[in-house]
């Protein structure tokens, strides 16, 4: 099975100089926990991925209005993504090995046209245990939650 067959197409963005706010605002209202953002105005190619959990902890450590900041201050400079010919197994164990829960989709020409979530995997796995199993999405979602060495504070 192909990622194109179970990623979300419907996939909001915003740009680098986008306030904070305003991608707070795109979560909210298409209720999602991650943005991609896209060159330019925030449409086409991904450059970096701003989620919620950046924009609680910019808020907190800049001491600013989310208005005032701005999403390239904040966002996921290092950016993995995957292609929609891509096997599910694929885009599965790289997002096992990043620890992350939300991978981008992106066309031969490195635009934006989907995202794939840890979520879209276990729905998946859930339906048709032989493309992708339960096991397998267990272990990618306990690796991503493995606490990382360089982030923990003492």
């Known amino acids: 099975m192909q990622v ?7 996939v909001q963005s915003c740009g680098p100089e986008s306030s904070l706010e305003r ?12 943005i991609p953002v896209c060159a330019g ?3 086409g ?14 808020a907190l450590f800049q001491g600013k209005p989310l208005r005032e900041i701005r999403v390239s201050d904040a966002m996921a400079k290092q950016l993995l993504s995957c292609r929609p010919e891509d096997s599910l197994e694929e885009a599965e164990k790289a ?17 934006l046209v989907g995202m794939l979530s840890l979520a879209d995997l276990a729905r ?3 339906r048709d245990r032989r493309q992708l199993s339960e096991g ?10 493995e606490p990382n060495s360089q982030t923990l504070h003492a």
């Open 41 to 43: 105005d925030g449409v």
């Open 95 to 111: 997002m096992r090995a990043a620890h992350i829960r939300r991978l981008p989709v992106v066309d031969d020409q490195g635009g």
């Open 45 to 58: 190619q991904p450059i970096g991925i701003i989620t919620d959990r950046d924009i609680c902890m910019s």
């Open 23 to 34: 991608a707070a605002q795109l979560m909210w209202d298409y209720d999602c926990g991650c």
């Open 136 to 145: 397998e999405v267990n272990m990618t979602f306990a690796a991503i939650c």
């Open 124 to 126: 998946q796995a859930a």
């Open 4 to 10: 194109k067959e179970i990623m979300t197409q419907q």
